[in-house]
């Protein structure tokens, strides 16, 4: 499990870092040669990035191999039975972490047939763009949207299912509305949401 915690500190401390840079480039302070910044599709880009970087790393190098080896199991309620956070938890847990630090920005999964509610779109915004990436899987919806008085621009980004891991959790789960999921399926969104104000 300490494998785990270092990849989630490995992987706090990435997104802390991209948004650390990303605000000192986005607020240069008084002087004014400087940049105005760096364009939020671009920041997104950056962490979708490393999002899928470490993702696929957890998914195919840890996951994967560790079950195939018969040492430990990636399961739901993996606190409970000391095991593996699924690959879709692992993400999401990271998330709140980065949600955590106060930086701003945040990330999710989010899909039109979740498991459990609080992963399904928030918005017409989240919706229309997973309708969207179902129709054409191979782009990126963004946009402006707007909480309170603040504005953010959003990153739709497909999520695929890139492991037997990922499908086999899906359609075997009693809660899931869709059952039949295939390797390398579009099965929702990563959102990715920073401040632009």
Same mark, same amino acid.
């Not at 949600?99 to 609080?118: C, N």
């Given at each position: 499990m300490d494998r785990v915690r270092v990849t989630y500190i490995s992987a706090g401390l990435a997104f802390l870092i991209v948004a650390l840079w990303w605000t000192a480039a986005a607020y240069p302070g008084k002087d004014d040669s400087k940049p105005a910044g760096i364009a939020p599709e671009k920041v997104a880009g950056f962490v979708h990035a490393v999002l899928q970087a470490h993702r696929t790393i957890y998914t195919k190098h840890i996951v994967d191999r560790l079950q195939e080896k018969g040492i430990v199991m990636a399961v739901?309620?993996?606190? #409970?039975? &000391? @095991?593996?956070?699924?690959?879709?938890?692992?993400?999401?847990?990271?998330?709140?972490?980065? /949600?955590?630090? %106060?930086?701003?920005?945040?990330?999710?999964?989010?899909?039109?047939?979740?498991?459990? #509610?609080? &992963? @399904?779109?928030?918005?017409?915004?989240?919706?229309?763009?997973?309708?969207?990436?179902?129709? /054409?899987?191979? %782009?990126?919806?963004?946009g402006i949207v707007s909480s309170g008085r603040k504005q953010y621009f959003q990153a739709i980004y497909p999520d695929r299912a890139v492991s037997s891991a990922c499908i086999n959790c899906h359609n075997s789960h009693p809660l899931s509305p869709k059952r039949d999921f295939k390797l390398n399926d579009v099965m929702g969104g990563i959102a990715i949401t920073i401040p632009i104000d």
């Open positions: 739901e309620h993996w606190e #409970q039975e &000391n @095991a593996l956070p699924l690959p879709a938890q692992f993400l999401q847990h990271s998330g709140r972490l980065v /949600a955590e630090s %106060g930086q701003g920005i945040r990330y999710r999964l989010i899909g039109l047939s979740p498991i459990y #509610q609080r &992963n @399904a779109p928030a918005t017409d915004f989240e919706r229309r763009a997973l309708e969207s990436l179902n129709r /054409a899987p191979e %782009g990126t919806i963004t």
